[in-house]
């Protein structure tokens, strides 16, 4: 039974891994197409026409947003203000462009954004797993410390330690 709980154990530890992959590098994708040669220009140009004013500096904007989103999820680390960044774009794609559509992803409606918005919501709620940039910074300011701000870290937790909470 242990060999079987530990496997357990160790399963949950990286089951983040491809839910992060999967979102940031579908983030990462149309962050960097926003920005790339013309993507700015032919971006804010959707904008505009979308009532999205004025539209480069919301293309680029959006473009930041998303690749941010992508980088963080897929190193681990600020991934509660990367699911926030891709609930707010989402949000706004599917509001301005997929709503009047339906649903069916294939007629342009929003199905998948609804998929790229339940990724998030988990990567809002849940921490980063065993292979993430955030416990790789955890586990270094955790050996950084003196053993009487370790042995007494539940009682006050440090400014690094309420930083990390809120940044998952």
């Known amino acids: 039974m242990r060999a079987a709980e530990a496997w357990e154990r160790r399963a949950h ?33 959707m904008f505009e026409s979308l009532g999205i004013r004025p539209g480069r500096p919301w293309a680029i904007a959006t473009g930041l947003a998303e690749t941010f989103a992508g980088a963080a999820a897929i190193l681990g680390i600020a991934t509660r203000p990367a699911a926030l960044a891709v609930l707010a774009t989402q949000a706004v794609a599917i509001r301005k462009v997929h709503a009047p559509k339906g649903f069916d992803v294939a007629k342009g409606g929003w199905e998948y954004n609804l998929g790229l918005i339940g990724i998030a919501l988990s990567l809002l709620t849940h921490p980063p797993g065993a292979i993430s940039a955030h416990r790789a910074v955890r586990r270094a300011t955790r050996r950084s410390r003196s053993w009487p701000e370790a042995a007494f870290r539940h009682v006050r937790p440090t400014l690094g330690d309420r930083a990390l909470a809120l940044l998952h």
């Open 13 to 45: 530890e990286v089951s983040d891994l491809p839910v992060r992959i999967a979102l940031g590098s579908v983030m990462l994708y149309h962050g960097l197409s926003k920005l790339r040669g013309e993507g700015p220009g032919q971006t804010g140009a």
